[in-house]
């Protein structure tokens, strides 16, 4: 039975639908179906603007007979000949012989490579702006070579100003009864398969594109009729908006698309810490691919969607993963640019990926890579996620502001401020790549709003010399959960001639600042910039704007009672000095010194490196 729609008093759709099929061109999945429409104008002349898939064949002779009645078809349009409109044609000159076929010289040579009927005798070969008059309707032809072959053409009727545009601004998915894009919400059902198709199907001929949207600016236009998809009347803008960016390789969105393949989930696991870590960092508009999975037209369909492209491949066979090498090349091969692009690798015993994935995507224009490269040895170990924070770091810079780390002031929680007592810290600092850090006991709240704080610091502290450069630093509030190693290795050891981060990776991160806070026995941390200091003698008070604060456990804080209660370890017995000597115990490590009568005035602990004033006299 015919299926036809109306579009106005002359002009009908008289196209279908087939949702069976699998694969477009036997490549690109279906899973919304496809529509191949076919427009009939029924004027003093007829005239067929195309015709449909063999797949369809059936509805469409039937809509062609329940609108011609008993009338010829005078004329068929052949904007495009690609068999998925153009494998009808044979049947269509066997059921309506005296019908005369309209091409361009390209079109009527290849309707000769397609079939063997007779074609010089039905055709009528048109140039740029030829036109054919069916009465009312006058029909206009201009060429648009690759859009999306070369013979291709699209077809202006002045008297109705419809622009039949062939495969310019199609889309797959079928057409359920609503054939205007205004019936139906193409943003939320159509965009992303409009997107898809248009970069899987012509992505790579962005300047012919242009060049048929430049003709097109030329006419006024009232409709938009494609071959596949909703038609266009109202709102034209919004789809040629669309194809301007995609057709300039302009990125329609500033977010991050994550592609990766992974054997056996760890280069997998690194995109997904990467992910998070971009996500704390404030980016909204991540989308994610397992290229294994995931057919590699949906994954440059948003690669031509985002700015910023993130490939994560495993080695294999000493190449990249070949569902990765395949998604590169169709990428390369449409010719996608202005992209920022980054790399996560992998190789259990040789990490190849990396600078093989780089070489297929050099040669494509205004392509920036990313300095940082993430490289996993099987699976992602420490020396990786700071390698991964890294990488976040650098995509989130290289964001506009409006998408960079928004999160800092949401990331300022009010409730971590309640930590803050008379306690214990650790104060972080970086300066040059050198991190250090010490224990302080002299932090405060200053201000609500804006966000201040306060800590003392002795200036003999190498971590107050990296301070004093870098003007940041990062607070860690302990609890009565820290250990005693907490304040060995940063209350008893300078940072002068030891590295306190040394072998502490699993009790560590890095703050959005760059500098790292504790995680193991710390409730809260914050990070903040100096805004000035006073010199108090041995210490400098440091006020400072707070930048992030964030509440890590419930663990109560930890008071200096608390301290030598229960975390400072207690000397077995009391010592007792060598005839002639007196004995001193560190206040701050317990170190006992036994080599002195009298403590010179330079004296230093030796273990935890505090002046002579904390060393007390045992009686
Ligand atoms: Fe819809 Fe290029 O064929």
């Given amino acids: 039975m015919h299926n036809t729609r109306k579009i106005n008093d002359d002009v009908y759709w008289v196209g279908a639908n087939d949702k069976r099929l699998s694969l477009f061109e036997s490549a690109f999945p279906l899973p919304n179906g496809v529509s191949y429409n076919s427009y009939l104008v029924l004027d003093e002349k007829t005239i067929l603007l195309d015709c449909v898939d063999k797949s369809v064949s059936g509805v469409f002779f039937e809509n062609l007979n329940f609108l011609l009645q008993d009338r010829k078809l005078d004329y068929v349009v052949i904007n495009h000949i690609e068999p998925d409109h153009g494998a009808t044609l044979n049947e269509l000159v066997l059921r309506f012989p005296d ?44 060429t648009a070579a690759m859009v999306h072959w070369p013979e291709v053409m699209v077809t202006y009727d002045a008297a109705d100003k419809y622009l039949y545009s062939a495969d310019a601004f199609g889309t797959f998915g079928t057409l359920n009864g609503n054939i205007f894009a205004d019936e139906v919400d193409f943003d939320r059902d159509f965009l992303d398969e409009a997107r898809r198709y248009y970069t899987n199907i012509v992505g790579k001929y962005g300047a012919q594109v242009q060049a048929i949207l430049k003709k097109a600016a030329g006419l006024e236009i009232s409709a938009i009729l494609p071959l596949h998809g909703p038609i266009w009347r109202k709102n034209l803008g919004s789809i040629i ?39 704390e960092g404030g980016v909204k508009k991540i989308a994610m691919f397992d290229a294994s999975v995931t057919h ?18 495993t080695t294999y066979n000493a190449k990249i993963f070949v569902s990765m090498e395949a998604l590169l090349h169709d990428i390369a091969a449409h ?54 924070e890294d990488l976040a770091k650098e995509i989130i810079m290289s964001l506009p502001k409006q998408e960079q780390n928004i999160v800092h002031e949401s990331k300022v929680e009010p409730n971590a401020f309640f930590k803050i007592t008379y306690g214990l810290f650790v104060l972080t600092a970086e300066k040059d790549g050198k991190h250090s850090g010490c224990i302080i006991n002299t932090v405060m709240q200053i201000t609500d709003q804006p966000k201040q704080i306060a800590i003392a610091i002795n200036k003999s502290n190498f971590t107050y010399d990296l301070i004093a450069g870098s003007k940041k630093f990062n607070i860690s509030t302990l609890t009565t959960d820290s250990h005693f190693d907490i304040f060995e290795r940063f209350g008893f050891k300078s940072g002068r001639d030891t590295d306190k981060f040394a072998g502490f990776e699993d009790a560590c991160e890095k703050s959005e600042n760059g500098l790292y806070y504790i995680t193991r026995g710390v409730n809260s941390f914050f990070s903040a910039e100096v805004i000035s200091s006073a010199d108090y003698g041995t210490h400098v008070l440091l006020v400072a704007q707070v930048s992030e604060a964030v509440v890590l456990s ?66």
């Fill in 99 to 142: 019908v005369k076929i309209v091409g361009n010289t390209r079109t009527i040579c290849m309707i000769k490579q397609f079939f063997d009927f007779d074609i010089d005798k039905h055709a009528i070969t048109v140039k740029e702006g030829e036109e054919i008059a069916t009465g009312k309707h006058r029909f206009v032809f201009y």
């Fill in 241 to 279: 908006e669309k194809y301007h960016k995609w057709s300039t390789y302009t990125p329609e969105e500033d977010g991050v698309l994550i592609a990766y393949t992974s054997v056996y989930g760890n280069t997998e696991n690194a995109a997904n810490i990467l992910a998070v870590k971009l996500a």
């Fill in 296 to 313: 590699h037209s949906f994954i440059l369909s948003q690669a031509f969607r985002f700015s910023r492209i993130v490939f994560a491949s």
């Fill in 554 to 619: 419930n663990a109560p804080s930890l008071s200096y009672q608390y301290y030598f209660d229960h975390i400072k370890p207690k000397p077995a017995a009391k010592p007792k000095a060598p005839p002639g000597k007196k004995t001193y115990v560190c206040r701050i490590c317990g170190y006992i010194e036994e080599g002195y009568d009298e403590l010179p005035d330079d004296y230093f602990c030796p273990l935890c490196k505090h002046p002579r004033e904390v060393m007390e006299l045992q009686v």
């Fill in 335 to 388: 010719n996608l640019q202005n992209r920022t692009v980054a790399f996560i690798e992998n190789g259990s015993w040789a990490a190849l990926s990396g600078k093989q994935m780089k070489d297929i995507l050099a040669p494509l224009k205004n392509t920036t890579f990313l300095e940082n490269t993430v490289s996993l040895k099987s699976s992602v170990k420490q020396n990786n996620l700071t390698e991964i």
